[in-house]
Structures are given as C-alpha cells and as structure tokens.
C-alpha cells in the first residue's frame, strides 16, 4: 500500500493541476448539478464538508492521530456563529471569526489533553470529549436550544469595503463556501509541504523516533488538533448559515465517524486530495442511491467495507495506482528517426 510519505513534496508549488481542476469544478457546479438531476444546495453540503474533511485530515491523514469526536467542533463552530448573530451583531466576518476562535479554544483545550497520548487512549478521548460537548449542546437549553436547537440563525451580507452582496441566496451562499474551500485548500497544501508537514508525516510513521531525533512531538499533536478544530469551526459557521439554525446531532458520533468514513473512501490516507474524493463520492452515493433505495446507507455501508478490506488506500489510491500503470509516453530518444529530425 502506498502512502503519503510516497509522493513527492512540492513545496515551490501554491497552485497545482488538481486545484485548477477543483476551482474549475466548482465553478461549473451550479450548471452541473441540476443536468444530472441535483438540486443547488447539495453544492453547499459539499464545500463545507470537504473544509471540514481537509481540516479533519491534517491530523487523520498527516499525522495519524485518530479523532472520532470532530463532530464536536463542526457543531461548536456553527452554535458559535449563531450565538454571535443572536447576541452581539448580525455580521459574517465577525460570526466567521467567533466561530474559528471558539473552536480553536475548545480544540486547544482538548489537544492539551490529548497530546501525551496516543494510540487507542488517544482516540478513546477523543470521543470521551466529544460526548461532553454533545451533551452540553443538549442540556444548556438556554444557551444552545437544547434539543431543538438554536433557530432563525440570519445570513449576513458579505461587506467588502464599500460593496455589499447578499448571501440569502443558495447560489452566492455556495460561490461563497466555494472561495473559502479554495483558500482552505491552498493554504492547508501549503502547510501539509511545509516542514511542518513533514514533522507530521514523521510522527505518523514513527512517534518514538520523532522524539528521539529532537521534535517535541506533543507540540505538533496540539498544533494540528487545533488547526484541524479551528477548520471545523469554520465548517461549522457556513452550515449554520446553510441550515439558519445549529443542532446538537452535528455534534454526534454519528456525524464524527461519517468524516472518518468519507476520508478513508476517498484515501485521505494516501493523498491530500483524498477528502475531497471522499466527500463527493458520500453526497453522490446518498442522493443517487437514496432516490434508488431507502436503504442506501446499508449498501453505502458495505462499500465502505469493501473499500477497507480490498483496496484501503481509497479512490485516490486507486487512481495514483492507474496513473502508474499507465505507459510511459515516448521521449524524444526513442522516437523515429524521421520524426526526431
């Protein structure tokens, strides 16, 4: 099986063909979903839950540290920013921002906890603080809503300097969602070429002999906890926006364990690009086969086994193995004689 570790850094490259091809993609997406039978908000869930699978693999992916309680700051991020809009201003940057922070924090906070673990305590608390916000989300009903959430969460304008757009509307919402997915894209290809990344690679290959060489490993841990908290924070605004309410079940298990699943499908393990394969293969399977079946999520679920025991390293694996079987293109030193003059 190969690994992240197998492809190349590229740290002089900011923008690469697969970031053409998304922005691309993104671009056309309002045209392409309602061709083949989709509906506009489905390109919303998709942005904003491949933000949240790149964030999320940073630490799955990169450092292999295993999180089966990120739900918890996707949800953080959304009561976040509609506290903000209800209590102190109806304004996107700054619901934005106590989104990042507020999940940053209670990513920060746990990361403290967690990293001078690892292994399976590690990924037991990591759920263990997970169901402590879930069941905070649930019994501060006078903070979150309780059960029932917290409701009419407004979409503020987008205000750059003198101009003003409006963001009621699926179609500037999702071109919205599209930007920050890029940026988030960019940026966390930076970082994950950086030495930085590379340290991450390091302490998934070996944690021990990451120590020994002189890294202080459980900086690094808490770094891309936060990092990757802070991301889903971000994720969690935009659905707050998407839905105009935040509910305690983004916060739940359930929810934790789908992005493990779309980033493991996708081969967030074996490529940065992973996640995103993930995530459209999920929403495709589910609205695909839902129109098919109710019971697309058993079938979903057997793909997904099938995907672990037969092929792990995902869609992206399988696509970076077709790419490598492909035969090599002639070079001019073995081209005709003829042609070469």
Do not use: C
Not at 4 to 10: F, N, Q, W
């Amino acid at each position: 099986m190969i690994s992240l570790s197998d492809i190349p850094a590229r740290p002089a490259a900011w923008i690469t063909l697969p970031m053409i091809v998304l922005a691309t993609v993104l671009l056309a997406t309002p045209w392409l979903l309602p061709a083949v039978g989709l509906y506009q908000y489905l390109g919303i869930e998709i942005a904003i839950w491949i933000i949240f699978a790149l964030g999320f693999n940073l630490l799955f992916g990169y450092t292999g540290l295993h999180s089966f309680g990120h739900g918890a700051y996707l949800g953080i991020g959304a009561y976040a920013f509609g506290l903000f809009q209800h209590n102190i201003a109806v304004s996107l940057w700054g619901g934005l921002l106590a989104a990042v922070l507020a999940a940053g924090v209670a990513g920060a906070l746990v990361g403290a906890f967690l990293s001078h673990r690892r292994g399976i305590y590690y990924a037991l608390l990591t759920i263990g603080f997970g169901q402590i916000f879930w069941f905070l989300a649930m019994k501060l009903h006078r903070v979150t809503g309780g059960e029932d959430g917290l409701l009419g969460i407004p979409r503020p304008p987008l205000t750059l300097g003198p101009w003003q757009v409006a963001l009621t509307d699926n179609l500037a919402l999702f071109y919205f969602a599209a930007v920050l997915l890029m940026l988030v894209a960019v940026l966390g290809w930076r970082l994950a070429n950086s030495p930085f990344g590379r340290v991450l690679q390091a302490i998934r290959q070996n944690e021990t002999r990451a120590r020994f060489v002189g890294y202080e490993v459980w900086r690094f841990k808490w770094a891309v906890f936060t990092l990757s908290a802070m991301l889903a924070g971000l994720a969690g605004s935009l659905l707050a926006m998407a839905q105009q309410s935040a509910y305690p079940d983004v916060m739940s298990l359930h929810q934790s364990g789908l992005v493990v699943m779309m980033v493991l499908v996708g081969g967030g393990l074996v490529s940065f690009w992973g996640p995103v394969l993930g995530v459209v293969f999920y929403f495709v399977a589910r609205d695909v086969l839902g129109g098919l079946t109710e019971t697309w999520l058993l079938w979903y679920g057997l793909i997904f086994m099938a995907m672990v025991m037969l092929r792990p390293e995902g869609l992206a694996g399988m696509l970076h193995g077709l790419s490598r079987r492909r035969p090599p293109l002639p070079t001019a030193a073995t081209a005709p004689a003829t042609e070469a003059v």
